[in-house]
């Protein structure tokens, strides 16, 4: 069985004392969210941190306001009350279906959002999500504040611009167009408890119905250290009527986009063949989406 090491434990009821906290105690301190990162990497023997920040006493981290504007996800959020909430189901279903199939109902019941974003896996299910809707990311520290792009988060496995003395507070994200469909898909060997193999997310919206493609992202995941966009596949459906044919050419570039790494889950070829698959799919669902919501 493996142990955890000592440390000291602290849960601070105020931003302003969680910050007093990391400023004072700096680089032997970690803050601890739902602890699913942290805890297994501290019994692997990964990190070994003196102190630990709980955010578990910061209500505000736990807001999950729907709003139509704009809507704000605080970052202690566990992943089930996301995958639970029929405001994102509604709203931003690419959010919710990737936080349904992120672990197990034990870890959803405890990893938090803020946590799956900090952690920069390669493979995480809610960043490849968040990228397809263009969200944004507080960040607050004793200094001030300053919101980042998510797609300018991330910068390479586990690393981040978030600095040592900045808690990641909430997630914004701004009402979407009307005429927009996405979806989230992940291939894993197994069902549940997966980290992916590949996985895509993707949102289409087009300017009227039956219309063109304003906009499109198309994020594939675990297939390059962070999540990535496919640059050249969103590039060809602008301006475009989402047709059989232009959705097939889309998935085929996409596989260009990626430069995925052979390991024990899956090949090189392997993966830029699921690429196409799963980026495909995704469209066909995105575009049946936009149909679906012109019908209600
Ligand atoms: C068995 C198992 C299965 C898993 N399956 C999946 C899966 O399918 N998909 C997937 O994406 N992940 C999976 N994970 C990974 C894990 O559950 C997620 O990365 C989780 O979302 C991390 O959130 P947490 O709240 O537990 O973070 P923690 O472990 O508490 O923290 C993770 C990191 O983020 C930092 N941090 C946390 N919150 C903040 C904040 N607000 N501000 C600044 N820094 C912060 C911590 O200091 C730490 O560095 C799995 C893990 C396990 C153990």
């Given amino acids: 069985m493996l142990l955890l090491p000592k440390f000291d434990y602290h849960e601070p009821e105020s931003m ?27 019994k692997k023997g990964l990190i070994s941190p003196k102190y630990l920040i709980s955010l578990a006493k910061m209500e505000e981290l736990f807001v999950l306001e729907p709003r139509k504007k704009s809507t704000a996800i605080g970052s202690h959020v566990i992943v089930s009350e996301l ?14 279906k ?48 300053r919101e980042v792009g998510i797609d300018e988060f991330f910068l390479g496995p586990g690393k981040t611009v978030i600095r040592p003395d900045e808690i990641l507070t909430k997630i914004i994200v701004n009402e979407l167009p009307p005429f927009t469909g996405g979806d989230y898909i992940k291939l894993g060997h197994r069902k549940a408890l997966e980290i992916a193999i590949v996985a895509v997310a993707s949102r289409i919206t087009l300017d009227k119905p039956q219309g063109v493609i304003r906009n499109a992202r198309i994020i594939l995941s675990a297939v390059a250290p962070q999540a990535i966009h496919a640059v050249s596949a969103e590039r060809i ?23 995925p790494i052979t390991d024990i889950r899956g090949g090189e070829e392997y993966r830029k063949e699921i690429v196409k698959v799963l980026v495909k799919r995704t469209l066909v669902n995105a575009v049946k989406a936009v149909n679906r919501k012109r019908q209600k």
Wanted: glycine residues 8%; hydrophobic residues 50%.
């Fill in 16 to 42: 302003k004392s969680a910050f007093a906290l990391l400023s004072g105690l700096k680089a032997n301190a970690k803050i601890i969210a739902g602890g699913t990162d942290v805890l297994v990497n501290m």
């Fill in 83 to 96: 995958a639970e909430s029929a405001f994102l189901w509604k709203n931003f279903p690419v959010i919710a």
């Fill in 98 to 145: 990737a936080a349904s199939v992120l672990g197990s109902p034990l870890i959803r019941n405890r990893a938090t959002i803020g946590g799956n974003i900090v952690t920069a896996r390669p493979a995480a299910d809610l960043p490849p999500a968040l990228m397809a809707v263009g969200a944004k990311v507080e960040l607050k520290s004793k200094k001030g504040r």
């Fill in 237 to 259: 459906l602008i301006n475009e009527k989402p047709t059989e044919k232009l959705i097939e050419r889309a998935a085929t570039l996409a596989m260009q986009d990626c430069r």
